[in-house]
């Protein structure tokens, strides 16, 4: 309960901070451009490099990426959190691109959305297990792991993935659960 209520706060402090830039931008304040886009270029990045593998074509995505969201930005209505309406923008973009393309890489394979400072062992070991871990992601079939990455990697809601996928939420539900099973079964002896 206690998870939950921080979480919530945070939440609505996030979403206070982003209303407040978007505010800003909106009035002609090139600080807050700035600002805005220092706060979410890590997410889109680590976006791009599950789709386009090399920084080239991810640092083109994400400058693509955030050129839609502030040409976009009178219309975002704040029906979901800033951050949502993002990684949909990117999410669709990435997708749009890939199936040009049809290169796809798990998040599992990155570490991107962490920068932490652990000892060359605690690095081994969390390399080894992401290595492990996308393995079996990458057997999984397509729209579980899209479902998967996004809830666990992302630390997206039900909701936000729906609105990311337009898939329905119970069938959301379903993929993320038979995922965690196939994985379980998957990984069952890494840890045994």
Do not use: H
């Not at 997410?43 to 789709?51: H, I, K, N, T």
């Not at 920084?55 to 990426?65: G, H």
């Not at 729209?143 to 630390?155: A, R, S, V």
């Amino acid at each position: 309960m206690r998870n939950k209520t921080v979480r919530t706060i945070e939440q609505v402090i996030i979403q206070r901070r982003d209303n407040s830039l978007i505010r800003s931008i909106l009035s002609g304040d090139q600080k807050s451009v700035a600002r805005l886009t220092g706060l979410y270029r890590k997410r889109v990045y680590a976006l791009g490099m599950s789709f386009f593998r090399n920084e080239a074509d991810t640092d083109d995505f994400v400058q693509e990426v955030f050129i839609k969201v502030f040409l976009n930005l009178a219309s975002f209505k704040g029906d979901s959190s800033f951050a949502t309406w993002l990684v949909k923008i990117a999410w669709t973009t990435a997708v749009n691109s890939a199936n040009r393309k049809k290169e796809y890489l798990s998040l599992a394979d990155e570490g991107i959305l962490e920068d932490c400072d652990y000892t060359p062992e605690e690095m081994q070991i969390r390399k080894m297990t992401a290595e492990t871990v996308n393995e079996a992601v990458k057997e999984l079939p397509e729209n579980n792991g899209i479902c998967l990455e996004l809830y666990f990697f992302y630390d997206m809601s039900y909701e936000e993935i729906s609105v990311i996928t337009d898939f329905p939420m119970n069938t959301i539900k379903s993929y993320i659960f038979r995922a965690k099973k196939i994985l379980r079964e998957k990984l069952r002896g890494l840890y045994e």
